[in-house]
């Protein structure tokens, strides 16, 4: 699991994205600017035998590796905002991966932004994923849950609205998804189809509205 500190970032100050439980079996690891992990996209790899370090193409010189696996990057800029990946390669000869998204504002944000946690970080084929919404606002009117970063109605999985209880299916639904009252979202017997990012969004009784991300990836067996 890997957890940025601060959560919310500000332009300008340095933000650790914290690994917690490197697998002590750990040959190499690499981090990556981007959700896939290709050559193009990698920033730093470090193995571990030979304590050697080798910067990638989306290498800069703000960013600090830490040999416990986490990744310091240092006078953040909104342009390092985005998803990052950690790829583990273990001696038994098996790839770990895990996901973050960060995000950079460019002044102190309010307490209380909504962000979603992964429940199980790493999902097998088959199991189930609960993508756990928290810090909903109080005054919220509704909420809805896209199948991409975007906000558009061919994204959509489903939209509910508190003061009716009433609730709409998008193109995105599957009988395999359901909506919880405080905004979080469970995927049953999940597939490989269901790797991607997810948006929740949430409207309040002012009408504005608030959008965050998760990454989900689901590894078969």
Request: net charge neutral; proline share 5%; charged share 20%.
């Given at each position: 699991?890997?957890e940025?500190?601060?959560?919310?970032?500000?332009?300008?100050?340095?933000?650790?994205?914290l690994?917690?439980?490197?697998?002590?079996?750990?040959?190499?690891?690499?981090?990556?600017?981007?959700?896939l992990?290709?050559?193009?996209?990698?920033?730093?790899e470090?193995r571990?035998?030979?304590?050697?370090?080798?910067?990638?193409?989306a290498?800069?010189?703000?960013?600090?590796?830490?040999?416990?696996?986490?990744?310091?990057i240092q006078?953040?800029?909104?342009?390092?905002?985005?998803?990052?990946?950690?790829?583990?390669?273990?001696?038994?000869?098996?790839?770990?991966?895990?996901?973050?998204?960060?995000?950079?504002?460019?002044?102190r944000l309010?307490?209380?932004?909504?962000?979603?946690?992964?429940?199980?970080?790493?999902?097998?084929?088959?199991?189930?994923?609960?993508l756990?919404?928290h810090?909903?606002?109080?005054?919220?009117?509704?909420f809805?849950?896209?199948?991409?970063?975007t906000?558009?109605?061919?994204?959509?999985?489903?939209?509910?609205?508190?003061?009716d209880?009433?609730?709409?299916?998008?193109?995105?639904?599957?009988?395999?998804?359901?909506?919880?009252?405080?905004?979080?979202?469970?995927?049953?017997?999940?597939t490989?189809m269901?790797?991607g990012?997810y948006?929740?969004?949430?409207?309040n009784?002012?009408?504005?509205?608030?959008?965050?991300?998760?990454?989900?990836?689901?590894y078969s067996?």
């Amino acid at each position: 699991m890997i957890e940025p500190v601060p959560q919310n970032a500000v332009k300008g100050e340095s933000v650790l994205l914290l690994v917690h439980n490197l697998p002590k079996n750990t040959l190499s690891f690499a981090w990556f600017k981007s959700v896939l992990s290709v050559p193009d996209n990698k920033i730093v790899e470090y193995r571990t035998d030979w304590k050697y370090l080798t910067k990638g193409p989306a290498y800069n010189k703000r960013a600090m590796l830490h040999t416990n696996g986490s990744l310091l990057i240092q006078d953040v800029k909104e342009t390092d905002a985005g998803f990052y990946t950690l790829q583990i390669f273990k001696s038994d000869l098996n790839f770990e991966m895990a996901f973050v998204l960060l995000h950079v504002h460019t002044c102190r944000l309010p307490p209380a932004q909504i962000f979603i946690e992964l429940m199980t970080p790493n999902v097998l084929e088959g199991k189930n994923a609960l993508l756990l919404a928290h810090n909903i606002p109080e005054n919220i009117r509704a909420f809805s849950w896209y199948k991409e970063v975007t906000i558009l109605s061919r994204h959509l999985i489903a939209w509910k609205e508190i003061s009716d209880d009433e609730s709409w299916l998008g193109p995105e639904y599957s009988l395999r998804a359901n909506m919880y009252p405080n905004g979080s979202l469970v995927l049953y017997n999940t597939t490989q189809m269901d790797t991607g990012v997810y948006t929740l969004q949430t409207l309040n009784a002012q009408f504005k509205t608030q959008e965050t991300h998760v990454y989900l990836h689901i590894y078969s067996k």
